[in-house]
């Protein structure tokens, strides 16, 4: 009996050879594909993650609703994207993520019928909108605010029409205007004339009455965008001297017929406002990000920088490509144009504009300044 089953092992040997090759071979495939099966697996229930966060926040600003009503459809849309997460790990994949996809292509659909509108309830300081038309080189500007500010919701709204002389328009200034983190700033741009006058055009969130600014309601249709033309002793004040905010005013070199240029751009950009709303985004559409953008129609092409988007470092960057006055480093610069203080000295003053300059070198002639 031992014998004839050694002659019956020796026997099946070259059959099992080949065998044991093959599921070595299959055994490596099988590791292979057990991996991509994970891997797969770990980047589906990412993609549901991110997915289910990202419509959950778009849910909390964007549902219809009140609080309660917004919370019980978080709470449904987190339970099935668990549900789709369980079924994708027990065998259920393709049912999973099919469901998955249909529920949030239904949730795509209602993000698109979210449009922006001119027609709402406006927070009193962007009730309006700035336009303006320009006939040789006389340019009349509608919605011109020019508020007397005593405290933060005390106040006297005046919207004015002003016109002003292009042929007399010879300076600007970058004002920065900072009320936390020195990475963030709101970002003011000023034009100023022979007479003395300046006129300061500012990107604006348009809130509705009793909205508040949120740098991620920004990412989801929260606010729509305005382009605000303003008086200094308006735009500047209501910062330093009612909310406390910290500002610096730097000297930009450019020649005469860029600035001319940038001016009827944010006639442009105000215009097109009124005519077609537009959401405002935190990344690419606000204050910083369109300014960049109407540069670099002027002036050709500019560098993208990270400072691009952490708009209090954007000094550093009109520095570094040479737009500031570069008898003086930036910290000098800095120094010279902080006029908090001086904001705050020269409160309701007529001469407001020429006094929170005082102390921040004259540029050269900006026809002189190059390209």
């Not at 026997?11 to 099992?16: E, I, Q, R």
């Not at 001319?260 to 690419?284: C, D, W």
């Not at 954007?314 to 930036?330: C, F, I, M, Q």
Request: proline content about 4%; aromatic content about 10%; overall charge neutral.
């Amino acid at each position: 009996m031992p014998y004839a089953c050694g002659i019956a092992a020796v026997a099946l040997m070259p059959k099992l050879q080949p065998a044991n090759d093959i599921t070595g071979a299959q055994r490596v495939g099988q590791r292979t594909a057990r991996l991509l099966r994970r891997i797969a697996m770990i980047l589906a229930t990412l993609v549901i993650i991110c997915v289910a966060a990202w419509t959950s926040i778009a849910l909390w600003f964007q549902a219809s609703g009140g609080t309660g009503l917004k919370a019980l459809f978080i709470v449904v849309w987190v339970a099935f994207s668990c549900a789709a997460v369980v079924g994708l790990h027990r065998g259920h994949a393709p049912l999973a993520l099919l469901g998955f996809a249909i529920a949030f292509g239904v949730v795509l659909i209602w993000w698109h019928t979210l449009v922006p509108s001119n027609v709402r309830l406006w927070a009193d300081d962007v009730a309006r909108q700035t336009s303006g038309v320009v006939h040789g080189d006389m340019a009349t500007l509608s919605n011109v605010r020019n508020f007397e500010w005593r405290g933060e919701s005390d106040f006297t709204a005046r919207w004015e029409t002003r016109s002003y002389d292009l042929a007399t328009l010879q300076s600007l200034d970058l004002i920065t205007s900072y009320w936390g983190s020195p990475a963030i700033a709101h970002l003011l741009i000023s034009f100023g004339f022979t007479d003395g006058e300046h006129v300061v055009f500012s990107v604006e969130i348009r809130r509705e009455k009793g909205e508040a600014f949120s740098e991620i309601g920004g990412f989801f249709k929260e606010f729509e965008l305005s382009v605000i033309a303003a008086d200094e002793r308006d735009v500047i004040r209501v910062r330093t001297n009612i909310r406390g905010e910290d500002d610096y005013l730097y000297h930009i070199r450019l020649p005469r017929e860029d600035i001319r240029s940038l001016f009827a751009a944010y006639l442009e950009q105000a215009n097109g406002l009124v005519e077609k709303p537009r959401f405002y985004n935190t990344i690419t559409a606000n204050c910083t990000t369109l300014v960049f953008q109407m540069m670099r129609r002027i002036v050709g092409k500019l560098p993208l920088n990270y400072r691009l988007l952490l708009s209090g470092y954007l000094p550093e960057y009109v520095y570094a490509v040479g737009g500031l006055d570069p008898r003086y480093t930036l910290e000098q610069l800095r120094a010279f144009g902080r006029i908090t203080e001086r904001a705050k000295q020269a409160d309701r003053s007529p001469q407001f504009s020429q006094e929170v300059r005082r102390g921040i070198p004259p540029l050269e002639l900006p026809s002189e300044a190059p390209h």
